[in-house]
């Protein structure tokens, strides 16, 4: 089949508890109209984020980043309230991320939100806050020695009246390279008629920060169960081997409850996601949400938005000497320095070779003092740059700020 003769749309539905997107694919006939998304959740004394986008145009076989032009910055939004509540707009900050400050939330008051754009409005069903219970706990297994680790989440809720739980969770982690190196290779220094190589003490690549985000949120339902209790249900799993385990690892989960009638929406989203083309998939103009124009019926338009009086939030650390996991080797055999004593200075015969070990991915590695005679500064060995400096192993120096100071 011609895949021109078909829209592949793009549905970003932004999951506020960590701030993440996640991608779903739906094929819809071509005479299908453009359609609306919105995402996001009016929650007590925070900042709330919604995220509105259109659906575009793209061919099937082709894999494309998301167009400029898909994003709606010109939207005008608000919350409002079943007691005659109006808030200020919504200040865009682009790509279609709209914030607005949520103040405190009255228990016995309806929220939704009201978006006007291209003249029509569209409104969120009015909802009342939903209280988000504790978390019980988070724990982790590895079932078989050196084999996959397993995270999972527990709570409960004696009121009863949160039966429909959605969890998010933020993965941070510890890495470091293989060499503490303390010197270090500026290519410009020698245009500049400075040494090449300079030292620093602090071996300020030395550790580094991972983080990731998930992509996408677990839901369950207690609404079958005896009681109003979820055990151990699975987050995710991870394998032994992975860089996150090789230094302190730390999971956040959030936790929300929703309605029974956003549970069913993220679960034919789900399915959607993951059965795109099946014969019994829930096709798009099948899953509308609580958001309609009301200006234009006809107009489709897809999300869910609820307002929740809280979120719930737990956080545990994983040290690596809790875990059984294979030794990783990372290759770092050091390459030597092609010169020999004397040592080369910057007026040396041959300083582009310098340049060209820089541009082959290596660096300095480990510095002999004694080897080229006092004070001189001349790295011994090289190394690639993923072994001397964190963040070529994919590491950022933003270190959270939970991060406990008792590791170093």
Known sequence: MNSNRFFSYLIILSLLLTGCITEYNAILPEN???????????????????????SFSLNVDTVTKIPEESFINNANLVIIGSNGYKSLAAINKGKGVYQISVGELKDDVEYGIQIEYEGDIYQSALSKPLYTPEIDSISWSQPEAEGQVFFHVSTH???????????????????????????????????????????????????CWKKNLSDKSLLASTESLSENRIVDELLYERDSGDDRFSMLYCLTVNQRAISKGAYEYYQSIKKMNEETGGLFTPQPTEITGNITCITDPSKKIMGFIETSKNISQKRIFVDPVQLIRQAVYLYCDPLYNVYEPPPPILRLPKPDEYDYYYGIGYRPSILDIGLYGEGAIIPSEWAFARCTDCRAAGGTKDKPDFWPSWNY
Not at 161 to 180: C, G, L, S
Not at 184 to 206: G, K, V
């Open 32 to 54: 299908d109209r453009i359609i609306l998304f919105v995402d996001g959740s009016i929650i007590e004394n925070t900042d709330a984020t919604f995220h509105i986008s259109q």
């Open 157 to 207: 809720d004696n009121t009863g009246r949160a039966k429909f739980f959605m969890w998010n969770y933020t993965e941070d982690w510890e890495i470091k390279a293989v060499y503490p190196t303390i010197i270090f290779y500026n290519p410009n220094h020698r245009e500049q008629l400075q040494e090449p190589f300079y030292l620093d003490d602090s071996m300020p690549y030395y550790y």
